[in-house]
Every structure is written in structure tokens, then in C-alpha cells.
């Protein structure tokens, strides 16, 4: 893997901040490595709220989704 200081040193600058932070890029440009590579450096963090959708998945269809994802920011809202 190739170690993006630049972005990573970005990620860390608004770690903490109650901003919804988005990766953004061309297709295959490493924006899900990028994303993975900061999720195992804070995973032990139980502060840090990660959460990585990959649309690609069958179950993520539309429909459930949406509902899936209304429990998920309830139980977030309800721990900040």
C-alpha cells in the first residue's frame, strides 16, 4: 500500500471535529485504502465514529439500506 502522508495528515486534522467527513476521487484512485488504512490506525479509539458503506454490495439495496442506515445515526445520535 502506498502511505499518503499528505492525506492522512489531512484526516487527522479534523479528527474530532462533528463534521461528516466524505472521500471523494476518481474511480479506483485508493479512496477505499485510504479510508481502510485510517480505520485500522483509530480502531482501538472507541471514540471515533467510522462508519464505511460499500454501495457495491447486494445488501445495500436502496430500500433496506435506508432503514438500516436510520438505526445505525439513531444509535450513533444516542452516544454523543
Known sequence: LINRIEY???LNSVKGTPDIKVITGIRRSGKSKLLSQYEKKFKENKKVNIIHIDFNMKKY???????KLAIIFKKLLSFT
Open 8 to 10: 492522512d495528515t489531512l
Open 61 to 67: 439495496h436502496l430500500k433496506l439500506f435506508t432503514k
